[in-house]
T-cell receptor
Framework: AQSVTQLGSHVSVSEGALVLLRCNYSSSVPPYLFWYVQYPNQGLQLLLKYTSAATLVKGINGFEAEFKKSETSFHLTKPSAHMSDAAEYFCARGNNRLAFGKGNQVVVIP | DSGVTQTPKHLITATGQRVTLRCSPRSGDLSVYWYQQSLDQGLQFLIQYYNGEERAKGNILERFSAQQFPDLHSELNLSSLELGDSALYFC??????????????FGDGTRLSIL
């Protein structure tokens, strides 16, 4: 089955440091790709989505993701972590039936 | 606020029972999706309805069923509940059929606990 892989279930980052969350997809055909964030006791909120118009996608809250076909990757970054970024982040692919990665729990250390 | 409303927020019941989860999509959205989030399986797609018709089916158990009504709200029915059905159930909605990269917008979920 076509899927996405997120490595490292827990990611600790210092406040002000770079946030880097990795996502790799399994397919030779560029899929529809998304990053979602889940705050405690809340649903998933869309951070950004890949469109074929640009390989660098800007999302909300200062996040961006770069699509690299050669590496089948869609990694999420934020230059400077804030305490409010502590949440779980999911990479997903697909159109109607989204397939999610296992998620990255981000902890921001003051 | 995503505009997707799920009720109830929490549900506690016993094995063998039947429950109904309800979802109201965002205004204007015709597709409703159901997902299950559990610690061991992660987030899994269950089923999609588009304008009242079943559109796509995932790993949904036979004990589970769903429908979408003319006013576009949807219900997920879970019967003969087992301990393993304890999970967070999300509803999402989107404008079209989901065949493009239109994002899905998620509700806050219903947490189901089976005792």
């Amino acid at each position: 089955a076509q899927s996405v892989t997120q490595l490292g279930s827990h990611v600790s980052v210092s406040e002000g440091a770079l946030v880097l969350l990795r996502c790799n997809y399994s397919s030779s055909v560029p899929p529809y790709l998304f990053w979602y964030v889940q705050y405690p006791n809340q649903g998933l909120q869309l951070l950004l989505k890949y469109t074929s118009a640009a390989t660098l996608v800007k999302g909300i809250n200062g996040f961006e993701a770069e699509f690299k076909k050669s590496e089948t990757s869609f990694h999420l970054t934020k230059p400077s972590a804030h305490m409010s970024d502590a949440a779980e982040y999911f990479c997903a692919r697909g159109n109607n039936r989204l397939a999610f990665g296992k998620g990255n729990q981000v902890v921001v250390i003051p | 606020d995503s505009g997707v409303t799920q009720t109830p927020k929490h549900l506690i019941t016993a094995t063998g029972q039947r429950v109904t989860l309800r979802c109201s999509p965002r205004s204007g959205d015709l597709s409703v999706y159901w997902y299950q989030q559990s610690l061991d399986q992660g987030l899994q797609f269950l089923i999609q309805y588009y304008n009242g018709e079943e559109r796509a089916k995932g790993n949904i158990l036979e004990r589970f069923s769903a429908q979408q009504f003319p006013d576009l709200h949807s219900e997920l029915n879970l019967s003969s509940l087992e301990l393993g059905d304890s999970a967070l159930y999300f509803c999402a909605s989107s404008v079209g059929t989901g065949e493009t990269n239109q994002p899905q917008h998620f509700g806050d979920g219903t947490r189901l606990s089976i005792l």
